[in-house]
């Protein structure tokens, strides 16, 4: 048996949102590998006296990666947590991971991601969404002309912005969203919109709904999504 990964979302910050099978996956696991406040979410659920943690951060991520693969041995288990569900927002990592370990021994397991609580708390369904992620480190050039175009085309848009506390010049926050759709023509005066900050935290979550105009100028936490609300009801009556 070759070395086994588990990548894990562990849902949006409240542990009632951590699945069965991911609870599963957590105590199975010799190795867990993840940043800090990931793991938090779920260090009720650790053995410290049988397992090795390991917290990392961007810079050291590739290097700690590296070094707890060498260090496996056959019929080991690591597991990565993600915050969310592990299939969105997270593919430049899970790319990466992949890399290392070989795609025949990684198990990706999917988390409750704050874009579907997002989603039940506005009462826009995903189905009549268009959802993109800022949260990438690669040129998001693309990802704005997407985002002009389905505002313009009336979609709903569930997003998750871009924070860059170290360059601030690449933020893309929920300001600045604003911002560039009235640059480009958009009347944001007229378009409904949500933020969701630190979501399933009972003590801290926090909404905001307003218009895309309301935003200007406004800070939120790093830890929000965004929902623009062009939702049209329709009923299975009027098919």
Known sequence: MSKKLFVVGVGPGNNKYITDIAREKIQLSNYIVGYKYTLKIIEHLFDKNNQCIYEVNMKNQEATYQNIYKKMRDGEFCLIPFTGDVNFSESEVVDRLLEIFGDENVEIIPGISSIQI?????????????????????????????????????????????????????????????????????????????????????EKERIFRGKLSDLENKKFSDLSVMVIDQNNRQTYLEV
């Open 118 to 202: 997002a989603s039940s708390k506005s009462r826009v369904p995903i189905d009549k969404s268009h959802i993109i992620s800022f949260h990438v480190t690669s040129d998001i050039k693309l990802k704005k002309i997407e985002l002009i175009k389905a505002v313009l085309d009336r979609k709903n848009v569930i997003l998750v912005p871009r924070p860059w506390p170290n360059n601030l010049s690449k933020n893309f926050m929920q300001s600045d969203i604003a911002f560039y759709l009235k640059s480009n023509g958009i009347k944001t005066s007229e378009i409904d919109v949500w933020v969701f900050e630190y979501l399933t935290d009972s």
